[in-house]
């Protein structure tokens, strides 16, 4: 029997979102699983397809906001349309994405879902990404900001991200109860070498991928190939470029935001601890296992 798994891919915006979820879509095509997506099947779609939506194919891509009373379909910035059955939903499509933090009213929400997967990348290479992508003409037009150039907005908003990232992770990897499972994939993990993570992600949710058909999707969506398909959401795609744009006094204000969580998940808090690094220091937090005795959670509102 062919497998029917429904995904739920989280990540904070800039942590390689995009990219994870296109890998993930053929991985799943590439175990035989019939691919599905809600939005695709949404009357607004044709009309949203003739539309920059900042993200070529969002149009028929699901992507989902929590919040604590009702999800929604979501394309930021654009459509947003309430979800009356989260569980007839996450039956329905085959993987959806979120950038929602975690609160514990969304848990039912969250549990509507097969298997969850999470994106993670070092805060100050996302604070980086975020201010060039703000000045996409997308954003131009739907987040206009005062400042003039990519670095202005960075040295304004650089506590910000900071501070959002650290909340996003906190509430995921550590406040979340740790049944079912989150397995944790991080992007510069994932640059350095796709297939064994695209194989990771088939062992969570339990995908029987051959390694030729690994290397095929990591190929088919390598940066370079990405870069074309995502002009004005992939840009450098590699890890570390924040030590190019962030001075001493903003690498300090990370650490003030976020030190803890960064050494938590093995990333390198100052220049020289960058010194002899590399990404398989990477890492989840250990959880600690789920009591047998935990009350099974409430079922989510209509």
């Known amino acids: ?70 999800a929604y379909q979501d394309i930021p910035m654009v459509f947003n349309w309430a979800i009356p059955d989260i569980h007839a939903y996450a039956a329905a499509t085959s993987m959806a994405h979120s950038h929602s933090p975690w609160k514990p009213a969304i848990d039912p929400f969250v549990r509507a879902f097969s298997h969850r997967v999470l994106i993670v990348r070092d805060p100050r290479d996302v604070a980086v990404s975020w201010s060039r992508w703000i000045f996409t003409p997308f954003n131009r037009l739907h987040r206009p900001t005062l400042h003039e150039t990519p670095d202005a907005l960075l040295r304004s908003d650089l506590p910000i991200r900071a501070q959002e990232w650290n909340v996003h992770h906190r509430g995921w990897l550590e406040e979340a109860p740790a049944d079912p499972p989150l397995h944790v994939v991080f992007y510069e993990q994932l640059v350095a070498d796709t297939p064994r993570e ?105």
């Not at 800039?14 to 009357?43: I, S, T």
């Not at 051959?210 to 995502?230: D, F, I, N, T, W």
């Not at 795609?237 to 190019?244: L, P, S, T």
């Open 198 to 302: 695209l194989g990771r992600i088939a062992a969570h949710v339990g995908l029987d991928v051959s390694g030729e058909a690994l290397q095929h999707v990591a190929a088919s969506h390598a940066l370079g190939e990405m870069r074309k398909k995502q002009p004005n959401h992939v840009f450098r795609g590699h890890w570390g470029g924040w030590r190019e744009h962030l001075d001493d006094r903003q690498v300090l204000q990370v650490q003030q935001a976020c030190g803890r969580m960064m050494k938590a998940l093995g990333y390198p808090l100052t220049r020289a601890d960058c010194d002899g690094w590399t990404p398989a220091a990477l890492h989840a937090p250990a959880r600690p296992a789920a009591s047998p005795t935990t009350a099974a959670a409430p079922k989510a509102p209509a």
């Open 1 to 70: 029997m062919a497998p029917d798994p429904h995904v739920l891919v989280l990540g904070y915006p800039k942590c390689g979102n995009v990219w994870l979820r296109a890998l993930m879509a053929d991985l799943l095509r590439a175990a035989g699983v019939d691919f599905r997506q809600v939005m695709a099947e949404h009357p607004i779609a044709p009309a949203l397809e003739t539309m920059d939506l900042g993200i070529r194919d969002q149009a028929r891509q699901d992507q989902v906001r929590f919040e604590p009373l009702r």
